[in-house]
C-alpha cells in the first residue's frame, strides 16, 4: 500500500515540520499496512496560510469555470474508483462489493451534482431595490471520520470548492490513504490552482484542533462524535466564526400497523449491518407493534443469518472500536435486554470483529436504546399505539435521520412530519445526491448535500439601490 510521508500544501507535496508518524492498521488482519505524518500546529498553518494566499483568486473564478474543475475532479474519482476501492477496504476493512458500489461510487455522485449546482447556482439575485450576492466564506477548516472516508471529504470539499472557498483538510487518522489519493486526483486531473486544496494528516487533539482554532479559518466543518463536536463548536464559537457540525445520531426506524413487516424488518437489519454499523444515521432502533412484535423478532432473528463477520460485515475499524461496542452489548444483557442474535464475544481470533448483534425486549430507558454504539448492533422496542411510537422515536437527544414504514406513503408521511429528525427515509426510499443531510437537536449543526450543504459555505451581502 503506497502512502506519502508528506503533506499536500500549495500544491505540492511537502515535507512535515515534526518526525513522528501514524500507523495505518489493516482491521481486518491487524497489520500495519502504511505510515503517514504526524501534522503539527506548524503544518496546519502552512497549510492555512497558504489556502489563505489562494482564497483571492479562487473566489473570483467565475462559476462555470469553477464547476469544470469539479466535473473534472469527479471524472478523475471515477477513473481511480478501483484503488480507492481498495484502499478503503484496506484501512477500513469494509468488503470489497460494498467498497466499491458506495464508499467509492456515491462520492463521484457528489461530486459531479456540485459542478452541476456551481454552473447553475444563482449567486446573485435581485430582491426589490436591492442586489443579494452569495459569496464564499473563506477559508474551510475541514474534519472528517473514518467511516465513510472518501464521501465524507468529498461532502465537504465539493460544495466549498462550487463556493469559491479554499480548504485546509484534516482527515481521520485510521483512514489518510483515501485523503492522500483525494489529493492526487485534486491536482493531476482537476487541475486545482495551487493552495486550493491542502491536506495535513494528523491526531484530532493536536492538528485537528489546531485547525479548528487557526485564526485564519473562516469556517469549520466536522463530522464525528457529538463530544468532539462540542469541543470544536465552543472553539468555533470563541473566535465567533462559522461551524458545520455533522454528529451523532440514533435513528429509529418505526414499523407502522399495516406496513410490510417483513420487508420492513429485512430492510432495517440490512441498514444497520451495512459498513458493519458504523453509520451515524444507521436505523438502530426498531419500532414494532405489540401485535406483531414477536413475529418482527422472529423475522430480525432469521434476517441477520445472512450477514456473517468477515463475509458481508468488515471489522470495526480498530481496537478500541471493537471493545467499545462489545462494551455496549455486554450493558444490553447486563440491563435486562433479550439477546436473539449475536453477542459481545469475537466471532474470529484476528482482526477487530463484532458479531452482528440483535436484542429483542429493550426498553426506551436502556443505554443501548440512548446511546449511540456505532457497530452492528439492532435493538428492537415495542410499543402500544402510534403515539406511543412517536413518544419512544423522539425520546432521545439525538435526531439525525430515520424511517417510516406504512400502508401506504402517505400515512407514513404523516407520521415522519411529527419526528425529531433531520432525514426520514418512507417505505425505503432511496439515497439521493441532492437532499439535505443533517440533524436536529445533539445530531448536529447545518447540512450537506445539494444546495443545502452548498449554502453552509456561502455568506450574503445585501447592495441597496
Known sequence: MQAHDQMYIDGAWRPAVGRDTIAVVNPADEQVIAHVPAGTAEDVDAAVRAARAAFPAWAATPPAERAARLTALADALAARKDVLAETITAELGSPLPLSQMVHAGVPVLVAASYAELAARHAFEQRIGNSTVLLEPVGVVGAITPWNYPLHQIVAKVAPALAAGCTVVLKPAEDTPLTAQLFAEATTEAAGLPPGVF?????????????????????????????????????????????????????????????????????VGIANVMTNSGQTCSAWTRMLVDAERYDEAVELAANAVTKYVAGERVGPLVNAKQQARVRGYIEKGVEEGARLIAGGPDAPLETGFYVS?????????????????????????????????????????????????????????????RRMDTGQVDINGGRFNPLAPFGGYKQSGVGRELGPHGLAEYLQTKSLQF
Do not use: C
Open 198 to 266: 491542502n491536506l495535513v494528516t494528523g491526531l484530532g487533539p493536536v492538528a485537528g484542533q489546531a485547525l479548528a482554532a487557526h485564526e485564519d479559518v473562516d469556517l469549520v466543518s466536522f463530522t464525528g462524535s457529538t463530544a468532539v463536536g462540542r469541543q470544536i463548536g465552543a472553539t468555533a464559537g470563541a473566535a465567533v466564526k462559522r461551524v458545520a457540525l455533522e454528529l451523532g445520531g440514533k435513528s429509529a426506524n418505526v414499523i407502522l400497523p399495516g406496513a410490510d413487516l417483513a420487508k420492513a424488518v429485512n
Open 356 to 416: 452482528p448483534t440483535v436484542f429483542a425486549d429493550v426498553t426506551p430507558d436502556m443505554t443501548i436504546a440512548q446511546e449511540e454504539i456505532f457497530g452492528p448492533v439492532v435493538s428492537i422496542l415495542r410499543y402500544e399505539d402510534v403515539d406511543d411510537a412517536l413518544r419512544i422515536a423522539n425520546d432521545t437527544v439525538y435526531g439525525l435521520a430515520g424511517a417510516v414504514w406504512a400502508a401506504d406513503d402517505e400515512e407514513a408521511v404523516a407520521f415522519a
